[in-house]
């Protein structure tokens, strides 16, 4: 929601995520990577966006990325780890996935050492990520502080023109839109949504929050 901000094109294998640096995407190159971007008209004021969701917490991304774009700007979006674990046990119900169909999250978040393997993938999925201290202490051996804005979940949700104008300011780049009047509050929704032109709102669809 910035004319400066260009973001990836969608991935029909990844659920729309590039997830280039996490996982073996990364085997196929810098010009496959880049391919999912429009190439900026002028690289000294506007800014290429992506997001993944595997990035986070894997163990070798910070170097990776690090390695590729060192002057990168990093946004991270922190929940409480307990709502992070269940929106993710959420989300892959919705995907139909066998294992958190078959088990109740507390199944899934109480497994141990004799439960079946793919009860305790799914258990690690939910719960390793919400290891925040560890996963940032890592990033932060790559990149410097400065470069790292961290962002309350929970004020995204209930003041997200807030956090905008904060993204804002992080990214060095000129306040464009008066973001009291892009995002509404939904009521059917129960979140902010976007407002488009004809004064209506357009929210994400029903498994996604904001």
């Known amino acids: 929601m910035h004319p400066a901000i260009y973001s990836n094109y969608p991935s029909r294998q990844t659920f729309e995520e590039v997830q280039f640096f996490s996982g073996n995407n990364y085997l196929k190159g810098l010009d496959w990577y880049m391919s999912f971007f429009p190439l900026p008209s002028n690289a000294s004021s506007?800014?290429?966006?992506?997001?993944?969701?595997?990035?986070?917490?894997?163990?070798?991304?910070?170097e990776r990325a690090a390695a590729l774009l060192p002057k990168a700007r990093l946004i991270t979006i922190l929940i409480s780890p307990a709502k992070r674990a269940y929106s993710w046990y959420q989300h892959i119900r919705a995907h139909k996935d066998p294992t958190a169909m078959k088990y109740t999250f507390y199944e899934v978040i109480t497994a141990g050492s004799d439960a079946e393997r793919s009860l305790q993938a799914l258990s690690r999925r939910c719960l390793i990520p919400g290891l925040y201290a560890q996963h940032l202490d890592k990033w932060l051996s790559h990149y410097k502080a400065k470069q790292l804005l961290?962002?309350?979940?929970?004020?995204?949700?209930?003041?997200?023109?807030?956090?905008?104008?904060?993204?804002?300011?992080?990214l060095l780049i000129q306040p464009y839109f008066d973001y009291s009047k892009k995002l509404r509050y939904d009521r059917k929704k129960g979140f902010y949504c976007q407002v488009t032109n004809n004064d209506h709102t357009k929210c994400l669809g029903r498994s996604k929050g904001q």
Request: aromatic fraction near 14%; proline fraction near 5%.
């Open 46 to 62: 506007e800014f290429l966006f992506e997001k993944s969701a595997t990035y986070f917490d894997k163990r070798h991304v910070p």
């Open 150 to 170: 961290v962002l309350d979940g929970e004020l995204l949700k209930i003041n997200p023109m807030a956090v905008m104008n904060r993204v804002q300011k992080f």
